[in-house]
C-alpha cells in the first residue's frame, strides 16, 4: 500500500508536471464548481478555498523545485535555477 509522498517519484515524471501544471485551468474550474454546490459538495469548502489560493501562489514554485528534484535527485542549492513549468 503506497503512502502519501511515498512513491509519487515513481510515477511523475517533468513532462507530466508540466502536463499537469498546464491544465490547471481544469483544476480551478473543479473548486469552483464543488464551490458551487455549496452543502452538496463531498469537500470543505475553507480547504477548496486554500487549494485555489495556493494554485494562485505557491504551488508553482513548489513546482518547479520539484522538477528540479526529478531531474538532478537532490534539492536546489541557494541561487541555483529552477526548471520552467
Sequence with gaps: ???Y????DRHWTPQTVRDWW????EVRAWITDELRLGDDSRNEPD???QYAAYLDDGLEA???GYLFWL???R???AGEALPEL
Design 71 to 73: 531531474t538532478e535527485h
Design 1 to 3: 500500500m503506497g503512502g
Design 22 to 25: 498546464s491544465r490547471r485551468d
Design 47 to 49: 480547504a477548496l478555498r
Design 62 to 64: 513548489y513546482l518547479r
Design 75 to 77: 534539492e536546489p542549492r
Design 5 to 8: 509522498a511515498w512513491d509519487g
